[in-house]
């Protein structure tokens, strides 16, 4: 029937939330994508993938920086073997940064290490080749410890302030105070 929008995809739950902001995975038959709702300047990812990844800015601008490398350089490893490919890496590969702004996107090829840092509160969907829903889990999300420190770093620079904030509030005196008062 002309006109008729068939809806086929589902949200799932958000599914994962910290002090950077949230991801939302969506699923479409076979096909799953996320939109990630980051606050400006909070480190995000810092892994690679075996299979391509697609992500297309939404609203805001994001900075990607991948850990580039020479494709021969890896001829024979497993990358699923993360320390003999991390040392490669860092040894031989250089850090490439490009900026992407509303409606741009990319291409990041598999076994690329990247990391994405908002500039500005910004919105971005990230998905992945076909095929990726046979790969197991731990080897879809492969953490490139460079990067990943970094981005735990960070959260846990974040948490403290939050944790730090809210002690420091006197929140909890407040409300107790008032309690009392009540009584």
């Known amino acids: 029937m002309a006109g008729v929008i068939e809806i086929r995809g589902k949200l799932n739950e958000s599914i994962h939330r910290d002090v950077r902001g949230e991801i939302r995975r969506y699923k479409f038959d076979v096909d799953r994508f996320n939109i990630v709702v980051s606050k400006d300047g ?25 850990r580039k490398y020479d494709p021969k350089l890896i001829e024979g490893i497993d990358p699923n073997n993360r320390t003999e490919f991390e040392a490669i890496l860092i040894k031989h ?26 500039i500005g509160d910004s ?7 076909r095929g990726y829903e046979k790969i197991p889990e ?11 420190i970094k981005v735990d770093k960070q959260i846990k ?27």
């Open 42 to 66: 909070m480190l995000r990812g810092g892994e690679d993938h075996p299979v391509d990844q697609y992500t297309i800015v939404v609203s805001g601008s994001i900075k990607i920086t991948m």
């Open 93 to 118: 590969g250089w850090n490439e940064e490009t900026i992407l702004k509303e409606g741009e996107s990319i291409v990041i090829p598999p076994n690329i290490p990247h990391m994405f840092q908002p």
């Open 123 to 129: 919105i971005f969907w990230e998905g992945w080749t």
């Open 138 to 148: 731990e080897q879809m999300y492969r953490y490139y410890t460079p990067y990943r």
């Open 157 to 183: 620079k974040y948490r403290k302030k939050r944790s730090d904030f809210l002690m420091g509030s006197n929140l909890t005196s407040r409300t107790t105070t008032h309690i009392k008062n009540q009584n």
